[in-house]
């Protein structure tokens, strides 16, 4: 593909429907076993050509953009950076991020940014980088990060870094409750260690009926396969999700899970009727923030189309 002077890429949200975190290494990650799914709820990042410096800018839109640091901090402006000194680029790129994805919510937001920019800047620069290629770039930036390139659904082990695809069949309807605040994914593993002695924990494994319900596209056999270790600690950390998990129960969710490390409450129904109807109650509950609903697997990191080239 030949450069262009300006990339935008919509990259998804992702949900775990099954996490299993076993003790931490010596080098404090936690090993996990995890089912991730790629849901319709998306962040676009927008890259525009910079040759007159080597400058990396970003700024940030959208429902969520309180928050996101415009810094070296931004992941997206890290996975620019880690293009242009592994590859030797001597020109820049002015990111814009429309978020919509919440922020510290347990959805990969940042991780996804960084995808997103690791295809659009590849794109951008004419770099013609292979997908292995940047899916060994993306785990250097973040366990999630792989993930949201490839998108689907899929199976996540070591940090959740390597992603092998899992056979998902049909749609399933999420409706997600956003808390105010975010939770810290490293305080959330650093509560679950205080909560289980270190020398009973296994190590990490995915449910075979969770990969088997994948593959019978039954949502309400996926609705007793769903489990999250960090659910727990998250509700030690914010007991008030636990109302939260409760209502979508109470009005008519087949399932109900912390997604992630949280706050952001997950919840599966039983067809697009139940997830509206859900999210209507859900947004007049007064427990959250915000309510959307979002269909899974959608793919990973992808260029838009109509605004690649000029
Ligand atoms: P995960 O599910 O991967 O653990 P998360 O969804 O809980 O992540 P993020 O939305 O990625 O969390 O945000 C975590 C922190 O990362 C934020 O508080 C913010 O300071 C920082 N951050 C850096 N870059 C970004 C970005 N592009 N978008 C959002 N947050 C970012």
Redesign the pocket.
Known sequence: MPPSAEVTVRAP??INLGLSVGPPRPDGFHPVATVYQAVALY?DVTAVLRDDDGEVS?E?SGD?AD???TDE????VRAAQLLQAEYDVDEGVDLT?R?T???????????T??AATLVACNRLWGLQLTQTELQHHAAEL???VPFCLVGHTALGQGRGEQVTEVMSRGTFHWVFAIADG????PEVYGQLDRMRPLRRVEPPQVRPELLSALLSGSAAALAVALSNDLQAAALALRPELGDTLQFGLDHGALAAQI???GPTCLFLAADSRNAVDLAVDLAESGLCRMVRQAEGPVPGARILPAIVSR
């Open positions: 949200a992702k962040d970003v940030i969520f928050g996101v640091p901090t931004n992941l997206a991020i978020k994805i919440p922020v510290a919510g347990g959805m990969a937001g940042g991780s940014d960084a973040g366990s999630d975010g939770l810290s994914t997604s992630g490390s």
